[in-house]
């Protein structure tokens, strides 16, 4: 089984806070975490959020929750993730997501590591080639895969974003691409500016009372399905 790690922060340059906001009476975070206990795949979510005294109020708010949580650096993104790694001992698979994703798919994020699996690939994403909508974005690598990364990725770009380093050609490792039919790229459901999550608590408010696990599908059939051009 493998184990998500969710990166979060209350520093977002443009969406302070973003991550506590309230959907339907709960912060954002806990809204997708919700989402993300539907995986199959999933033995276990933690969050990786930083050591920075403007996280301390998301620790305190997931600590509250009963969340398993990893602290670490700011800005070396990656180093967290080692970080949570290595005092998680985790040995098997491990799912990147990010807190601004409330809208992420279990179905997408089971099919990346069923992907990553039966393909015996080190990183799988369904971002080298992009079909789903934004938002629902999911990494799979092993944790050789990873800690590999934090060993040799020097450059600072490398160390925010976690993962380019993996996908580099000259790093060599074998890569799967989960492609989906039809092509959604088009759409945009992640939240960086708060028109994005105005959108989202319209989702939310349209879908979840009557479908807590409603689809991708039950989405897109919304009169005001968001795509990137909305942005």
């Not at 009476?25 to 959020?49: F, H, K, W």
């Not at 930083?50 to 990656?78: C, F, H, K, N, W």
């Not at 993996?166 to 959604?184: C, F, I, N, Q």
């Amino acid at each position: 089984m493998a184990t998500a790690i969710l990166q979060a922060r209350m520093s977002s340059s443009r969406l302070p806070g973003k991550v506590l906001k309230p959907l339907l009476g709960q912060p954002m975070i806990l809204r997708q975490i919700e989402r993300l206990r539907r995986c199959r795949e999933l033995d276990r979510i933690v969050v990786a959020t930083s050591q920075d005294p403007s996280d301390d109020i998301l620790a305190e708010t997931l600590a509250r929750a009963g969340l398993e949580m990893v602290r670490g650096p700011l800005d070396d993104v990656l180093g967290r993730f080692v970080l949570a790694a290595d005092q998680l001992q985790l040995e098997g698979e491990i799912v990147r997501l990010t807190a601004d994703c409330p809208l992420a798919d279990p179905g997408v994020i089971d099919a990346c590591v069923a992907l990553r699996r039966e393909g015996g690939f080190d990183y799988a994403s369904n971002g080298q080639v992009r079909t789903y909508p934004r938002g629902l974005d999911v990494e799979v690598f092993t944790a050789t895969a990873l800690r590999r990364a934090g060993a040799e990725a020097i450059s600072p770009y490398d160390r925010e974003h976690v993962t380019p380093w993996l996908y580099r050609e000259e790093t060599a490792l074998r890569l799967g691409k989960l492609v989906g039919s039809p092509d959604l790229s088009e759409f945009r459901w992640t939240v960086d500016l708060p028109a994005d999550f105005d959108f989202v608590s319209q989702v939310f408010g349209a879908l979840y009372p009557g479908n807590p696990a409603f689809t991708t599908e039950d989405i897109l059939a919304l009169p005001f399905a968001r795509r990137e051009t909305d942005a």
